[in-house]
């Protein structure tokens, strides 16, 4: 387990090593990503997850030589926080997690909490992505790819982008199901009741206003 004296500071240091990230869209309904990370460094990792509307991450697994790590999971807002439990050197490591559905266009990354230290020798990043995409006339929209070949792209970066977007045909509109007992269900109930009122009070009060009228 973690000791309760690391500080928080040494998640905020940069790390050397390489990332590679294989991203195989295998249906409209899931992704398969795959990320192999290299590091030098043998201090407890801390990763990052953006969510995103009408998409889930399943069998999310991070390991460690063929064997599971023991991972703490926190959440604030969208970013989920992902921390290493284990003691000792925690890498090289490979995290593997399934993204449904995958026909919305976003692909949401795993990605360090703290930066690749920049290798002044190397002219490109330390982070590659690969994307192999079902559906022939769809493309990597974000972040900027190079197509290889009819159905992969790739690029690399000098950090882990936070999603990737596919574009095409075979994309869909995200459609968020209604708060039923939200804020701004009762809102909208609320302002209907308004204004049903107001159209049978209007009636009358103009009809009292007009007798009242005659009778003076």
Known sequence: MLSTGVAAGAFAQARQGTIDIA??????????????????SSSPIE???LTRPCITIENLRIER???AL?????R???WVTIRDTTAGDSLP?????????AGTGIIPLVHLAAPLARNTAARLGAVSVDVILANETSRVAFPHM?????NQWSARYVGVPSFVEIAGDAVRDCVEPADEAGDNGGLVWRFFLLVGIMVAW???YLAWARRSGEST
């Open 146 to 150: 190079t197509r290889q070949a009819q």
């Open 76 to 78: 604030e807002g969208p």
């Open 202 to 204: 209007v009636p009358l």
């Open 23 to 40: 991203i195989t869209v295998a249906t409209s309904d899931s992704a398969h990503v795959e990320e192999r990370y290299d590091l030098r």
């Open 93 to 101: 490591l490979i995290v593997r997690y399934v993204v449904r559905p």
């Open 70 to 74: 023991e991972v703490v999971q926190s």
């Open 65 to 67: 030589a063929g064997l």
């Open 47 to 49: 990763l990052r997850l």
